[in-house]
């Protein structure tokens, strides 16, 4: 990825309120995975920004070590200060192998959309893998979305790096140019969706219900080796 920033928004709150607005969807996340041990477990979390995705996966289901990393140095801060006693470390790097390896589950949340070179980060993935260990991608940022169009250039105006427009496709071609296999699904296509208030990028009930069911995808690749 990028070299380290300091926020990844040109808005000063809108790091503060992502864990209000995410923390339903980590909760969807996290039962994807059923009922895990994790007790023995490493975990990482890449893009974690203020660390809320590894407190509430650890609050659930206790693992050994979690890892996350981000390239904003104050949402690493924060996350820091917000850990308390969980075993979790926090890391603003640019480099994924600074996260270490052999890790048995890792994540990311509306993440690699903002990766350029998608082959170079899945196959950082693949070398961070245990064998037999998975990375949970999600987005619902990419090119097949139809509200794209519109979302691409409003992130773009307050991004602190470059947006690429990837597609579905891109995103499995290169996990699987790494050696991962991949398996996709609609992620939240049998989830209660938040009947928030439509928004600039949502304008209407149906177009939330819409991108959430039908264009909000989990990658799930596995290291098989």
Known sequence: MSALIDTWSCDATEEDTMTDDHAWIWHEMIAFLGNPDLSQAKVLDFGCNQGGFLRTLYDKH??????????????????????????????????????????????????????PDLVGHARQVAQALRPGASYHAVTCCHRDNPLWSSWHPAISAFSNIPVPSHSISDYVEAFRQAGLRVDVSRFLANAAIPADAPSSFFPSHLDRLDVYTNWKILFRCTRDD
Do not use: C, M, W
């Not at 206790?62 to 926090?90: Q, S």
């Open 62 to 115: 206790p693992f050994k070590a979690g890892v996350g990393v981000d390239l904003a140095r104050a949402a690493v801060k924060t996350a820091n200060a917000r850990k308390g006693t969980r075993p979790i470390e926090y890391l603003a790097t640019p480099r994924l192998v600074d996260a270490g390896q052999e890790f048995d589950l890792a994540f990311s949340h509306e993440v690699i959309y903002l990766i």
